[in-house]
Structure formats: structure tokens, C-alpha cells
């Protein structure tokens, strides 16, 4: 039987960024129609309601339907140690990211996380993350397990490190290669689980390494494959030092295959000239992370100068690094920090990012990220009025920018009054 949505409708038509922001639209009583797992019309209420007598209709009044958020970059093993104070990056990850990594050796531990990583993230209105595992193919079967029970569209692929490491987390470029590729041919394309190639960054992979990773992303092109690039300065100085002979960061990737279209960047913050044409020329995505970038104390991203030269941009968490599950704190720490490079982001463009953009750079965006027909029907329907604070602000909005601007800046899981995975109400 057919669903019918009602509410205030957001759907786009393009990208904001490059298109206006009137490719959000709004429906202030529109209809999304769901059938068979996936969008089938969206329209006006009424018309809908005409159209489709038989159809089961939820009534959200004036709650916003959304397509629901896309985070583009997680780590979800880190989830019981977001918000560790005090460090920066590389101190970060030595002192609480790799302890807690390794018990994920455990495959109750990694069941446990991963079940209450999708607790945190649908009750936040997230249906699709990218996530990063860890070394243990336990973790990766953990994660995919607990998507796949929930009918959710979700990437994910084993980390490989090889140096610089704690030795209960290093793999080898045998071992690194041969699990990956065994999870890759169990988990890519079942349902709608992708497997992603995922060496961590450069310092914690030898050459032989990154080579063995580019030889498998090179027999499996359908993949995506997702690292880290240019985060912090000292990372990069390290990067320099480890592999003195090659052009810059990005060189470290290219050299050994790891560049090209579905190849997902996280952080690219220090970005050379060189790298920043590149990127551009092969069309590769760059993942901003705005609340890690502030918390680990990376950094601004350049969002006005790398959509302005097109470059395929999306939005994450990058959990725990990133210091909150929500994308729409993370839309509102995107805001801060290009408030801080000198361009306001535009609601619409804010949007646009944490689902069609970041469903873009997933190159998922003719599946998930918006409302339209033949999309999946992945959605988060968002009270505008969550809190009193965001309720007295919304009442003085002239229109839906305004409207949505509060709940961007001060929302949180509050406001996500119910989310819709594959076309099935989850609450
Ligand atoms: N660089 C390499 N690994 C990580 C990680 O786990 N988090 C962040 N933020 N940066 C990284
Ligand atoms: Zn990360």
C-alpha cells in the first residue's frame, strides 16, 4: 500500500552552490507519495490526496519532509569516545581514537557500537553514512549487519594501517589487501550496502601499502575509496618527511592509484595549488568535516573558493573527531566556519550540503539526498519549533530560509519528529 507524507514539503531541482538558492523549493502543504520502498510523487497535498484515495496518509502539519541527511565521512567505531579533550590530531588519535579502535577485536563490542551508532544517528535524521571501520574484518561485518537489519542505504570499508600504529592495529599489504577484498566481495552492492576501499591517510600505510589498495580499487572501480587529506599542519609536515620524494600530499594517493573519480578526500584543508587543480581535473570529492575541524583544531575549509572552481564538495561529522552526531549542528558549524572565510552560507546551500551534496560526493545522489520521484525514500520530517528558544525565533520568519535557519543554528535530535528508511517509518 502507498504512503502519503504531508507537510511542508524541501525538495531541490539543482545545486544551490552553483545554481541559486532557488533550487530549494518549498511546498508549505505538499505531499510526498511513497510506494514500493521509493518516492513515486511529489506534489501538493491536495492533488495527491485527489490522486491517490487509497494511499495511508501521516499528517506532520507544519513539520518540514526532508530528504533524510547524508554523512559523508564517520568513523563509528569512536563513537563511545567522542568529545576526549585537550588533543590535536596526531596526540588525539595515539592517546584515545587507537585504544578504543582495538577493542573492536571483540565482535560483541563491535555489534554493541554499531547498534548504538545507528540508534544515534537515525534519531538524529541521518539514513546514509560513509563510515571508516577498523583494522578488524569483524568491524566491518558488525557495521554492515546492523545496516542491512535496519533497510538502510549505508558505505563502509576496513581501515588498513600498516606503520605507525599501535602493532594490535596494524595489518600487512598482503593481509590489508586479501581482507579487504574478501569483505568488499561479501558486503558491495548486497542490498544497499556499498563497500568502500579505505586506506586511513598516508602516515599509517608504507608505500606497499597504498600500492596493494590502489591494485584493488583498480579491480573494483564500482567502489568508492575514502582517506584523509591535509587535515592539520603538522600532518602534513609529517606526510612531507615520510615521503620527502613526491610532489605533495595528494602525490601520495596518486602515485599509487588512489586518485580518481569516487575517491573521497576528508578534511582537505592545506591544500597546494597543484593539488587543488588535480582534484578538480579528476573530479574527486573533498568531505568537509566543519565540527571536527573546530574540536581537533584543524582548521578552516576553503567552501567559497572550492565551489566556486567546482570542485565536488560534501558534508560529514567525521564522528568522533567530529563532536556530535547531528547534521544539522554540523550544517550550522559549515556556517560558523565559512562565516570566519567570509561567506555566509546560504540556508538552501546548508541543506543542499547535508543531503543531495553529500549524497553527491557519495555519487548516490540519483538514489538519496532528495525528494523527487524514483529516489529512495529515505526521509527525515524536521520540527521547525523543537525548543522554545528555536520556536520564538521561527514565529518573525517572513519565509522558509528563514524559517529553517533557526533550527540549522539550534537544533539538534529534538527536532527530528520521525525518519522513513526504504520507504519504512523507523519512528
Ligand atoms: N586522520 C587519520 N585518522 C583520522 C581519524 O580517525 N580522525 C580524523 N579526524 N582524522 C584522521
Ligand atoms: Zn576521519
Not at 577484498?181 to 606497499?208: H, N
Not at 519549533?385 to 519565509?399: E, F, G, L
Request: charged share 20%.
Amino acid at each position: 500500500m502507498a504512503d502519503l507524507l504531508i507537510g511542508q514539503v524541501l525538495q531541490f531541482t539543482g545545486n544551490p552552490m552553483t545554481d541559486g538558492v532557488e533550487a530549494g523549493r518549498h511546498s508549505a502543504r505538499g505531499g510526498v507519495l511513497i510506494e514500493a520502498g521509493h518516492i513515486a510523487e511529489v506534489g501538493e497535498a491536495d492533488d495527491l490526496r485527489r490522486a491517490h484515495p487509497q494511499a495511508k496518509v501521516t499528517d506532520y502539519g507544519k513539520a518540514l519532509i526532508s530528504a533524510g541527511f547524508v554523512d559523508a565521512h564517520v568513523h563509528y567505531p569512536q563513537t563511545a569516545m567522542i568529545a576526549s579533550w585537550g588533543k590535536r590530531l596526531i596526540d588525539w588519535l595515539n592517546s584515545y581514537t587507537f585504544p578504543e579502535e582495538m577493542k573492536f577485536a571483540d565482535p560483541a563490542y563491535a555489534a554493541e557500537i554499531a547498534a548504538r551508532y545507528f540508534d544515534l544517528t537515525l534519531s538524529n535524521g541521518t539514513t546514509t553514512v560513509c563510515s571508516y571501520c577498523t583494522i578488524h574484518p569483524e568491524s566491518v561485518d558488525a557495521f554492515f549487519t546492523e545496516a542491512e537489519r535496519r533497510g538502510l542505504r549505508a558505505f563502509a570499508g576496513k581501515t588498513c594501517m600498516d606503520r605507525n600504529a599501535p602493532e594490535a592495529l596494524t595489518d600487512t599489504p598482503r593481509s590489508a589487501y586479501d581482507d579487504s577484498k574478501r569483505l568488499l566481495e561479501k558486503w558491495q552492492g548486497r542490498g544497499r550496502l556499498s563497500y568502500v576501499v579505505t586506506p586511513r591517510f598516508s602516515p599509517t600505510s608504507t608505500p606497499e601499502q597504498l600500492e596493494a589498495m590502489g591494485a584493488l580499487w583498480k579491480e573494483h572501480p564500482d567502489c568508492l575509496m575514502q582517506t584523509h587529506l591535509s587535515e592539520q599542519t603538522d600532518e602534513v609536515a609529517w606526510v612531507k618527511s615520510l615521503f620527502p620524494t613526491l610532489r605533495d600530499y595528494l602525490d601520495t594517493y596518486e602515485q599509487f592509484g588512489l586518485l580518481g573519480p569516487g575517491a573521497l578526500f576528508g578534511h582537505a584543508i592545506y591544500l597546494e595549488p597543484r593539488e587543488i587543480d588535480r582534484l578538480k581535473e579528476v573530479d574527486a570529492s573533498l568531505i568537509h568535516c566543519p565540527t571536527s575541524n573546530t574540536f581537533i583544531g584543524s582548521g578552516l575549509f576553503d567552501m567559497d573558493g572550492l565551489s566556486r572552481s567546482g570542485h565536488r564538495i560534501g558534508l560529514a561529522t567525521d564522528t568522533g573527531g567530529g563532536s556530535s552526531f547531528s547534521m544539522l549542528r554540523t550544517m550550522a558549524a559549515a556556517y560558523e566556519v565559512a562565516q570566519l572565510r567570509g561567506r555566509p552560507l546560504h540556508p538552501s546551500e546548508l541543506w543542499w550540503l547535508a543531503t543531495q551534496g553529500a549524497a553527491r560526493s557519495l555519487r548516490a545522489d540519483g538514489r538519496i539526498g532528495n525528494l523527487a520521484p524514483g529516489m529512495e525514500a529515505d526521509i527525515a520530517v524536521i520540527d521547525l519549533a523543537s525548543t522554545p528558544a528555536i520556536a520564538q525565533r521561527a514565529t518573525r520568519a517572513k519565509d522558509i530560509w528563514e524559517a529553517v535557519f533557526p533550527t540549522i543554528m539550534m537544533g539538534d535530535d529534538r527536532a527530528v519528529t520521525s525518519v522513513w528508511a526504504g520507504g519504512i517509518r523507523k519512528f
